[in-house]
Nanobody, 124 residues
Framework: QVQLVESGGGLVQAGGSLRLSCQVS????????VGWFRQAPGKERELVAS????????LYGDSVKGRFTISRDNAKNTVYLVMNSLKPEDTAVYSC?????????????????WGQGTQVTVSS
């Protein structure tokens, strides 16, 4: 069973930066894709970024391209999301999730394992 635990959320001013961490354990995680998602009140959950662990390939949502960077640390079994130039519209609960079908990494329904989420609030 794959388990994911997020950390690193908090309150930051617009233009600032945060780094989120997703500690992953259990399962054959090296064969998975791990993604970061966010959900703001009243809005649907959206894919922020994802990474195919084995090859390091990445994809980003259009609203965060050029500002956010996803990476993974093999030794620590951790996926990071570095968020720069934060905007108030980035405010949301951010969750990491894993899918055992990395070629379908754009499909939220393929992500079977989820963390509990961490709040990110960007003040104007």
């Amino acid at each position: 069973q794959v388990q994911l635990v997020e950390s690193g959320g908090g309150l930051v001013q617009a233009g600032g930066s945060l780094r989120l961490s997703c500690q992953v354990s259990g399962g054959a995680i090296r064969t998975y894709a791990v993604g970061w998602f966010r959900q703001a009140p009243g809005k649907e959950r959206e894919l922020v970024a994802s990474i195919i662990w084995s090859i390091g390939a990445t994809l980003y949502g259009d609203s965060v391209k050029g500002r956010f960077t996803i990476s993974r640390d093999n030794a620590k079994n951790t996926v990071y999301l570095v968020m720069n130039s934060l905007k108030p519209e980035d405010t949301a609960v951010y969750s990491c999730a894993a899918t055992p079908t990395p070629l379908r990494w754009k499909d939220i329904s393929e992500y079977l394992y989820w963390g509990q989420g961490t709040q990110v609030t960007v003040s104007s």
